[in-house]
């Protein structure tokens, strides 16, 4: 909605945090390496739980949080599609 001076106003207009982001400067980067490594299988006896890592590896899940270097914000891909559909 056009207010009479031709410019939009903030309440009326719908904007998501990453195009809202977008507007303040920041640059939004996506790297699919933010992951954690989880291991699959457990032992409680640290010389048998270095052998199960090594044997059946572990699972690799994103990292939740967003990093903020200068006016850049790194983060998974996946937390950045969440990122872009809230409202």
Not at 6 to 13: E, I, M, P
Not at 39 to 56: D, F, L, M, P, V
């Amino acid at each position: 909605m056009l207010g009479t001076s031709g410019v939009g106003t903030l309440k009326s207009a719908k904007f998501n945090k990453y195009s809202l982001l977008k507007l303040m400067g920041y640059g939004i980067i996506e790297d699919p390496l933010l992951v954690d490594c989880i291991q699959k299988k457990s032992h409680r006896k640290t010389r048998i739980n270095k052998k199960w890592g090594k044997r059946y590896g572990c699972y690799e899940v994103p990292k939740k949080d967003l990093i903020q270097m200068g006016n850049q914000i790194i983060g998974h891909p996946s937390v950045i599609a969440q990122l872009n559909k809230l409202q």
